[in-house]
């Protein structure tokens, strides 16, 4: 694509005219220059400079020299002050679309500081459809950046997308929002993989407009083809494919295409290298799928792969069920998604205990489809309940029926004062005030904890004042950590404020230390304790033992929180009970036994292939155990369902092995052993698989396999020595050994 030429400041394709009149004023108007569409290419890609425009209509857009840093050294500025408005403050581009479906607009954009970072996306003269409410349609996320890309919707998380229902001319436009604003350079794709920052600090190249010449020497090759895929329905089938192009910096688009008669059609928003269907229904079955890899002059299509979708026949079952006597209400969660008929039947739970049971007023079934609310009549704090499940159906196309189901619970009351073990554990929903009322209870996002999360939706307003308030009692002084389970869509949805009694933590009163992040792009919950700014992990200082308000405060709205830990113990890690953590700790759930790994011991050693005993041994306690499972490092080993619930394990891979023990009663709660560290040795003989001399010469370089650490150098003057010299250095292969004298003799041992 052409590049506009700078004479004097102004650029060839701006016009100045002007106008006399009689009685000696003057008119200076500026405009664009007649120029044909840009057009989107068989790739998906448009991408333009931002002086590039068709049309600005009320000329408060500038052409920008001085701020440097600018692809083509040029940007275009809305001043501070310039005055203006969305509906005539634009710069307008004509554009031809080749394509239907989800487009994603990248931008180049700069800001001195967040009240100049944001400009208003247009699509035919307004907001799109899918971004007309609330600022899902402001770009933003370029404070204090000289330039950087971006494709981030203020409200509503993700990239920004717009949506293209019929091909050929439409006019996108950027708008005034903040004044102050610098934009450089805009691409627009259907890859929702592509990230400009690959293409160097400008991107791409320019993309032509209509009747400009194409030149391309791209070539495109499959390097990977999908395979036929089966899975059982509901669950879920990945595919993968992959091609490689030529030049390497050329752009590609990879798209999935499902055949449809005797045309492959385009599936909307799938492209890359993976295809994932979850869940995959027997819709599914039989289908074939390809990969189409294009770029400018060159494509290529995959082998063609089948899917094969195998009915479902297991009935779902009831995994957790949590109820809290307080609220008068039980979620119940389950394996798969169910029926909303037969989930939202009342009558099909039934909730008894020793102590009396407890009507079931109403069933809802939550946005996952995997999670059932239940409303019920006055539960006593303490008791131990059973819920017993029938005619309960899941979404498979012949629906296989749950009867007979049985899941447990404590009925829970009010939040407990710090445990003896250092913890206090609460859901997000457990609050004891809602400020202003902007925090509100979401059932749809992931799969929270106790069934609903907490969320300040986007696009609701409030400020730091906006705030959960928790009444809290610690019983230990000093430092503490916080670990938070959150969810974010994207890096304008991913942060909240700690506050204590009112204020940022005495040890987080400067920038973002205070903030609690990391959770960017998660779709759902994951354990973290990530201040915004300083080190991990979040910790907090308790001066003088008593009871404290601890308060999640806006500070980005579309964020989730689901659930809070707050503990002395710098060895803690939620994720050991389990991705929901460890129990609330309230009143009414019996305290968990303390367990032991008896065996193996810390630091024991076995030979590989040698058989590991699991012991454990569990204290007194209120709780059913029913099951204790072990793990090697993530990877669950061994289990155990019978007292004294001992197993075993052999073990193959020489090395290191962190293990632990987790024991869980009949409510499905966890307790966890402290890790234990074993080695295994293999007996793999030490092997040398390299002996180079380095580029200087003067050293040896040396490899080995086989064996396990920690290895031990020697050296001798021969290799019949009868005695050879241990050599007081850190052995790790590959080894760099200078050169000493014409001969000499080296080996590698180990225990």
Partial sequence: MRKNSITEGFFSVMQ???????????????????????????????IWEAEDFDRNPDELWIVDVDREGASGETSMLIPNGAGGNENNTQLQYDIIFNKTGTHIIWYRAGADSGKDDSIWLHLDGERPPNRATGNQASMTGFSGAVFEWNSMAQDGGGQMTFDIDEPGLHTIAVARREDGAYIDKFIITTDSSFNPDNFGEFGPPSTPREGEEVESNNQVEITLNPLDTEGVENTSVTLIGDAMITPEDALMVLQWQRKVGDEFIDLSGQTGTTFTISPVTLDWDKVVVRLNVTTIGASAVSQEAIISV?????????????????????????????????????????????????????????????????????MVVGAKYTVSLNNIADTAATPNILNGGQVKFYSLGYILPQTEEGLIVFEAESYDVNTDDLWVENFSRGTPSGGVSMVLPNGAGGNEGSQLLYDVEFIYTDTHIVWYRASGDSGNDDSSWFLLDGARPANRVDGNQASMSGFSGKSDFVWLSDPQDGPSPYTIEIDEPGLY???????????????????????????????????????GSPALPEVTLITPVDGEEFESGEVISFEVEIGESDREIVRVQYFAGEELVAESTKKPFSSEWIAVEGGEHELRAAVIDDVKDLAVTEHVFINVFNDEPIQITGLDLDGTGTNLIMEWQGGIGPYTLQKAASLNASVWEDVDIDVESPLTLPIEGAIGFFRIVAP
Avoid at 17 to 23: G, R, Y
Avoid at 316 to 324: D, E, H, S, T, V
Avoid at 331 to 357: C, H, Q, R
Avoid at 557 to 579: E, Q
């Fill in 16 to 46: 100045r005219l002007i106008i006399w009149s009689a009685l000696g004023l003057f008119l200076v108007q500026t405009h664009a220059q007649e120029q044909s569409p840009l057009v989107q290419g068989e790739d998906g890609f448009v």
């Fill in 310 to 378: 195998i009915p479902e026949t297991d009935p779902p079952k009831a995994l957790r069920a949590q109820g809290n006597a307080i609220q008068q209400r039980v979620f119940v969660t389950f394996s798969e998604p169910l029926s909303v008929d037969s989930a939202e039947m009342a009558e099909n739970y039934k909730i008894t205990s020793t102590e009396g049971g407890t009507e079931v007023v109403s069933a809802l079934l939550l946005g996952n489809s995997r999670t059932v609310l239940l409303e019920t009549s006055e």
């Fill in 549 to 587: 308000t601890i308060a999640l405060a806006r500070r980005e709205d579309g964020s989730f929180f689901d659930k809070f830990v707050i503990t002395d113990n710098f060895d803690f890690n939620p994720n050991d009970f389990g991705p929901m953590g460890p129990p609330e700790t309230r009143e």
